[in-house]
C-alpha cells in the first residue's frame, strides 16, 4: 500500500472501521451496523490487512460469544486483524459519568476481545464532551480509567486520545497507578487545535503508541481529505517517527463523506503516498 508499510515492519497500518460504509443515520464515525462484512473485501483491495474496531454501544457484536465466530472466520477469509479498539461509546458516555460496575463489566467484555483477537490496543476518548473540565470530572475520569487499566494493562497498550493540551497533560501522565498509560495522537485534530506536534514528541516520545491520520484546518476547522502536499504535521511526523520507540500503529481515521466514501479514502491513501 506504501513505502512507508514496506519500511517500517515494526508497527501496522490500519483504517478506522466505516469508512468503507454508508454512515449510520447521521453518524459519520460508528459501528457499520449492515455493512461491516463488506468492508474488509473493499479495504483488502487497496492494501489494508488491519483495521480499527469501533465499539459504539454495549450491543456490539464483538461481545457476543456467537458473533465472535463470525468476525473470526471474516477475518480469516479476507486475511485481516483487529489491530486495535476505539471505544466510541465514551464519547456520549464519557469515564466521568459511567459507573464503576459499568466500567467492570465493560473492561471484562474488552478483555475478552482482546485475548480472543490479540489485540494490541485500546484507546479511550477524552476529548469534546469526554473531556474533563473541573478537578472533580478529573477524579472520576482517572478512577474509571484504572478499573480499565488493572483488567487490561497485561493483554494490551492503553491509551487515551484527547484534545488536552500537551502542557496539561503532562501532569495527567504522570499518575503512579497508571505508569503504562500512552497517548494516540490525532495529526488532524492537533493541527486544528493549534497544538505544536513538536511538544508531543519532546515531552511524550515514549508515550506516544498511536495515531490517527486525518486533515483539518487550523482554527478548529472541519475534516478534509488529505492534500496532496504541505500538510506539516503529516510531514513532521514521518519525519520523526523513528523517535517514537513505543509506536505501534497509524490508523486512517481520514475525511468521508456520505456518498463516495470509497472514493474518498483512496484519495487518502494516494496522497498519504505522496509524503512517504
Keep these: 500500500?506504501?513505502?512507508?508499510?514496506?519500511?517500517?515492519?515494526?508497527?501496522?497500518?490500519?483504517?478506522?472501521?466505516?469508512?468503507?460504509?454508508?454512515?449510520?443515520?447521521?453518524?459519520?464515525?460508528?459501528?457499520?451496523?449492515?455493512?461491516?462484512?463488506?468492508?474488509?473485501?473493499?479495504?483488502?483491495?487497496?492494501?489494508?490487512?488491519?483495521?480499527?474496531?469501533?465499539?459504539?454501544?454495549?450491543?456490539?457484536?464483538?461481545?457476543?460469544?456467537?458473533?465472535?465466530?463470525?468476525?473470526?472466520?471474516?477475518?480469516?477469509?479476507?486475511?485481516?486483524?483487529?489491530?486495535?479498539?476505539?471505544?466510541?461509546?465514551?464519547?456520549?458516555?464519557?469515564?466521568?459519568?459511567?459507573?464503576?460496575k459499568n466500567a467492570r463489566w465493560l473492561g471484562q467484555f474488552i478483555l475478552i476481545a482482546v485475548k480472543k483477537f490479540k489485540i494490541q490496543r485500546v484507546s479511550f476518548p477524552i476529548e469534546e464532551d469526554s473531556r474533563f473540565n473541573n478537578q472533580k470530572e478529573k477524579i472520576a475520569t482517572i478512577s474509571r480509567l484504572k478499573i480499565f487499566y488493572k483488567i487490561l494493562e497485561k493483554y494490551c497498550n492503553l491509551c487515551i486520545e484527547t484534545d488536552i493540551s500537551p502542557v496539561a497533560l503532562d501532569d495527567f501522565l504522570?499518575?503512579?497507578?497508571?505508569?503504562?498509560?500512552?497517548?494516540?495522537?490525532?495529526?488532524?485534530?492537533?493541527?486544528?487545535?493549534?497544538?505544536?506536534?513538536?511538544?508531543?514528541?519532546?515531552?511524550?516520545?515514549?508515550?506516544?503508541?498511536?495515531?490517527?491520520?486525518?486533515f483539518r484546518d487550523k482554527n478548529f476547522g472541519i475534516s478534509k481529505p488529505i492534500p496532496k502536499k504541505n500538510y506539516y504535521e503529516l510531514e513532521y511526523f514521518i519525519k520523526n517517527i523513528y523517535l517514537l520507540k513505543n509506536f505501534k500503529d497509524l490508523t486512517f481515521q481520514t475525511?468521508?463523506?456520505?456518498?463516495?466514501?470509497?472514493?474518498?479514502?483512496?484519495?487518502?491513501?494516494?496522497?498519504?503516498?505522496?509524503?512517504?
Excluded at 176 to 194: F, V
Excluded at 255 to 276: E, L
Design 1 to 100: 500500500m506504501s513505502k512507508l508499510l514496506k519500511n517500517r515492519k515494526n508497527f501496522l497500518i490500519a483504517f478506522m472501521q466505516g469508512r468503507f460504509s454508508v454512515p449510520v443515520g447521521s453518524n459519520f464515525q460508528h459501528f457499520p451496523i449492515h455493512e461491516w462484512e463488506k468492508e474488509f473485501n473493499q479495504a483488502k483491495k487497496i492494501g489494508f490487512s488491519n483495521i480499527e474496531w469501533i465499539i459504539s454501544d454495549y450491543s456490539n457484536p464483538i461481545f457476543n460469544k456467537e458473533f465472535q465466530k463470525i468476525i473470526e472466520a471474516v477475518l480469516k477469509k479476507n486475511k485481516f486483524n483487529i489491530s486495535s479498539i476505539s471505544l466510541d461509546l465514551l464519547m456520549n458516555n464519557p469515564l466521568k459519568r459511567m459507573t464503576l
Design 174 to 214: 504522570k499518575n503512579k497507578k497508571l505508569p503504562k498509560l500512552g497517548i494516540l495522537i490525532d495529526l488532524g485534530n492537533t493541527r486544528a487545535h493549534g497544538f505544536a506536534i513538536e511538544d508531543y514528541f519532546e515531552k511524550y516520545s515514549n508515550k506516544i503508541y498511536s495515531a490517527h491520520l486525518k
Design 255 to 276: 475525511f468521508k463523506s456520505s456518498k463516495t466514501f470509497i472514493a474518498d479514502i483512496k484519495q487518502s491513501v494516494r496522497n498519504f503516498n505522496n509524503y512517504v
